[in-house]
């Protein structure tokens, strides 16, 4: 099973090679056409508006930029609420700068799991435990693999770097180790 997830995430850092590899290019600026020249219906899209506004409305999110492309142009580019509430609200403004750390769960994990999934190698039901025994320490054991990617598994966000300072091996020692600090489902963290 290690092979096999090995392999998989393997075919997804070479994807995102093959895309760093066309943005190492440069950037090349995208044309910003009516939604109509690009085959979109523009009443549609303003569907966006309502949707994101009431989200930044309910405090699931401060703000958001939203962009949309077809066939190579832009089609739709509207910032939303705040990009700031401490100390001061900032408004959110289409160029605001986000940081991507944790694209890498949505483009490779996800995406890896996911192909693992449809191949019938993993299923989402699972502990993680039945393909990886050691992550069973330390209250780890009925943890699903689906807790993990939907992030209601009860672990930390995030351990500190000093976890990983020892290299690999050391790293997933730490990982073992562990502890929820909540029941596996019982909360988003």
Do not use: C
Request: no cysteine; charged share 20%.
């Amino acid at each position: 099973m290690r092979r096999i997830f090995t392999r998989t995430i393997s075919i997804a850092i070479s994807s995102l090679l093959a895309l760093h590899s066309v943005f190492a290019q440069g950037p090349q600026p995208l044309a910003t056409v009516a939604p109509s020249a690009a085959g979109m219906s523009p009443a549609q899209l303003t569907n966006i508006d309502q949707i994101v506004e009431a989200e930044i409305a309910k405090k699931q999110l401060p703000g958001a930029v939203v962009l949309v492309g077809r066939q190579g142009k832009i089609v739709w580019r509207r910032a939303y609420g705040n990009r700031a509430l401490e100390p001061r609200e900032e408004p959110m403004t289409t160029d605001t700068i986000f940081d991507l750390a944790s694209l890498t769960k949505v483009v490779a994990t996800a995406t890896s799991v996911m192909m693992l999934v449809e191949r019938g190698l993993v299923r989402l039901g699972d502990p993680v435990s039945r393909y990886i025994p050691e992550f069973a320490d330390s209250g780890k054991r009925n943890i699903t693999v689906e807790q993990l990617l939907i992030h209601r598994s009860g672990l930390i966000a995030d351990n500190e770097i000093k976890d990983y300072e020892q290299g690999p091996e050391k790293a997933m020692e730490n990982i073992w180790r562990l502890a929820p600090l909540a029941e596996a489902g019982a909360k988003f963290i």
